[in-house]
């Protein structure tokens, strides 16, 4: 702080305070992005119980050579984040029937969960090969293209999932993502308001889309957007550290700190929310000087 800074007015010393907020927001926005939303599966424990997998086990044993059983055992390790034991299986399905394109899509995602994003694509090209009417694989191996950085690509997978099914909310999430990557926002929100509009219950295209309206500096916007991403899952931290930046954005510092303080609850690791946080409260501090 200069010399000069115990002579100014009070007017002047929360205006110099909101400016310095928006110099480091813009830093902020810099290197926010949805980049990691619909390309992780929720880990669903429940479907890793004993007692489904006891149930699926069942099934293999009465009928050992059934490669769809070992299929679907493969997927209930998967959801649950087993995924060793989700390759397994889905080796095992391969080996009893090789043109079982579901379960090469399904080994796909194991691959990418576990970041090996060349086998992955290898088995989405396995899959469209047997079966090339299978969207499922084309938005995989599309979503496996963006996240690897690869976005003609991928847009090249997603252009051709959305002429294929123009009503898939997946493709145009995906698509909106690799959009907003290149920072062509308004493309970004477009894509993600079809999204919303195919599948308004889904939350990530909402946070997705506020993140998009921050970044052109449009704040109630984005505020709307990451309120009902908060209300459609009260468990995201990307959407409730989002609403921080939006609140912040507009000056409402006490409801930022509450938003971030949220965020940092759900995932400690988050640093939006961290160093939004700390911004927020310097801004309190100085405002009521």
């Keep these: 702080m200069g010399v000069f800074a115990g002579i100014l007015p009070r007017t002047s010393i ?17 290197a926010c992005q949805t980049s990691d939303i619909y390309s992780n599966v929720p880990i669903d424990r429940a479907a890793g119980s004993s007692a489904n997998i006891d149930s699926l086990t069942a099934v293999i044993q009465s009928n050992p050579r059934d490669a769809s059983a070992y299929n679907t055992r493969g997927i209930a390790y998967g959801q649950a984040g087993r995924l060793d034991k989700a390759m397994e ?7 009893l029937d090789p043109n079982s394109y579901q379960a090469f899509a399904n080994r796909a995602l194991v691959e990418r969960r576990r970041g090996n994003m060349p086998n992955a694509i290898a088995d989405y090209d396995r899959a469209l090969r047997i079966n ?16 690897m950085g690869r976005y003609n690509e991928a847009l090249r997978d997603f252009d051709e999932a959305i002429r294929r099914n123009s009503y898939d909310a997946r493709a ?5 993502l690799i959009y907003q990557a290149q920072g062509q926002h308004t493309f ?14 889904a939350e990530e295209p909402y946070t997705a889309r506020g993140i ?5 500096n449009d704040p109630a916007a984005a505020l709307s957007d990451l309120s009902d991403a908060v209300n459609l899952d009260k468990n995201s ?4 550290a989002g609403r921080g930046v939006a609140l912040e954005m507009q000056g409402k510092y006490t409801d930022a700190v509450r938003s971030y303080n949220r965020a940092l609850g759900l995932d400690s690791n988050n640093d939006l929310a961290r160093e939004g946080l700390g911004r927020a409260q310097r801004a309190q501090q100085q405002a009521s000087r």
């Design 14 to 30: 929360k205006l110099a305070a909101r400016l310095t907020g928006a110099a480091a927001l813009c830093l902020v926005l810099a």
């Design 89 to 95: 299986d889905f080796n095992t399905a391969l080996k």
């Design 132 to 147: 090339p009417a299978y969207d499922t694989a084309l938005i995989g191996r599309g979503n496996t293209y963006r996240l």
């Design 172 to 176: 145009f999430h995906n698509r909106g």
């Design 188 to 201: 970004a929100i477009e894509d993600f308001s079809t999204a919303i509009v195919l599948n308004p219950k």
């Design 212 to 216: 998009s309206y921050l970044k052109i």
């Design 237 to 240: 931290a990307m959407a409730w």
